[in-house]
């Protein structure tokens, strides 16, 4: 076993990163969504899954992340400029979210979301109601896309009791739905969520295949520093923890440095950023 | 002679665009001096459309000269609290819909179809009747609807075909008859663009037709299909564009509170679209506030261009 050193000093969405890059396969089509999956994805890519392909919905196919040191910085939303330079096609919307996602070639799609629910349900349009809502977001862009049509997802969201509730607010974005063999019967593909990257932990989905199993969300792993007991009580439903309840390994030294080359700024790495 | 399409913002915008416009604005290669354009007129009553109409929308929420969106992501124009009220009163109407449904149904205006079956949406609160028939908007039934595939019988939702009356773009180069050359991922542009009925682009260089026509796999629509092209250096600033410059952070950073605070955003319109008459004076005010060494910030250094070559060769004198 090669003996690695953990980084000290990383912040909370570095570690956020790193637990979600670890979750990407190799050889598998991603597609990255807004925000941290445009670091998490390039960075397990130069690390870890060197075969996998990396896509965005504005139309970038199968971006090489270049050397840090000559790209000097990676992007920092999903139609950045850095995107363009190392992609092997450069199309647009209807290859992607059409031939790409609708034809059924995406593997991973790495969204963000406000609020969740236990069966992975998510919701980017609205706290509250509809019609009146407390507080009005910016909608899904292809977060629904995403989630109807790709097949697994990976989400990052920050872990409050108002964003981890029973049932979100407007499924935006269908998980489960309403558990096993939801998605079928609604016409989708029966896999949904199978991660998510909180502020606090790694939580998994009790099902193989979307018919089996719960369907409901569980944790799996927690940060550094946290408690089983307090991710319970950020979260507004009776959270099941897994028997087997693992903690998140630190982000190493090398992981930390690759991560802030590409984003030198530190948009959105930077402490109190989730 | 193929006729010349180059004129001003001030004509194009004045000439092509009605109050009441269906209007694309783009998703990338975002077309922020027409759109300031529009302000100046102060046009009225546009209803903004695009896969995700980007915060270069808010301005035109705020002034009222937008007072629809239908759109897959409000996005940056719903940072501040200045458009969600907007939104709250009913002073502006919203349908939402997903990145992917706005480019099937700019694709199904473009392919002249009356509609287009997609699997977005299922499983979701979208097609509660909620949703359709929420008190924010306009379109109720004629929003989508759920259906069968007449063959398999397979779930599908309809999409109605979506025509803008009117799409602006920023591009890179196009030539004087406005065959428009665009690199960089396109987003949902193509096929905003084909179903739209008139076409404004302004372009950061204007090119000889056989630059074009030396390479026209880059072109993304055919002239006859645009109606002005408006020479524009910086024409998407402080957004970026692909190979001439990057996103103005330093520009941005100073409009925070923007759609927030209406004074900083009267202010804020005051100097950079009112105070201007055009993107030139606009720029001439940008260098007199921030230096050259700014705006030299943010252009594209060094070039980054093909490497290896490209031959549209042919044997022109066959024999049998």
Redesign the interface.
Known sequence: MVSKSYADDYTLAELMCIAAARELRDGENIFMGLGLPCLAAPIAKMLYVPNAQLF?????FDWVPTDPTVMGRGP?HI???P???GSAM?????DQ??AM??GGHVDTAFLGGAQIDKFGNLNT?CLGD???PT???????????AA??AKKVIIILPHERRRFVERVD?????GY?DGPG??RR???QPQGPNVVISTLGVLRFDTQDGDSGTCEMYLDATFPNVSAATVKEMTSWDLQVSNALKQVEPPSVEEVILLRSLDP?MFHLREGRY | MPRNKCMSAEEAISQFVSDGDITYIGYNNLPQALCHEIIRQQKKNLTLVGASVQELAAPLYITGCATRTLTGYIGGAVGGTLVTELMDTGQLQFEDYSNQALTMMFLAGALGIPFIPTLVFLGTDFLSEKCINHPGGWLKEQKYKVSQCPFTGEQVVLLPALKPDVALMAAQRADEEGNIQVWGPLGDSKWALWAAKKVIVSVEEIVPTEVIRSDPNRTIVPSFKVSAVIHEPFGAHPWPMTGYYDIDLGFRAGAVNLYSDIEAFRKFIDEWVYGVKNRREYLEHYVDRFGYGALQAIMAKPPIQPTGTISYGYVPHLSV
Do not use: A, K, Q, W
């Not at chain 1, 965005?56 to 970038?60: A, I, N, R, S």
């Not at chain 1, 450069?90 to 209807?94: C, I, N, R, W």
């Not at chain 1, 407007?170 to 269908?174: C, I, M, R």
């Open positions: 965005t919905e504005v139309g970038v920092m139609f950045d400029l995107l363009n330079v450069l199309g647009d919307m209807l979210l059409g996602m609708m349009i509809y019609h009146h507080r009005r977001l910016g909608g899904v862009g292809g977060n629904t896309d109807c049509l407007f499924v935006t974005s269908p739905i939801s998605r609604h016409g989708l700024l």
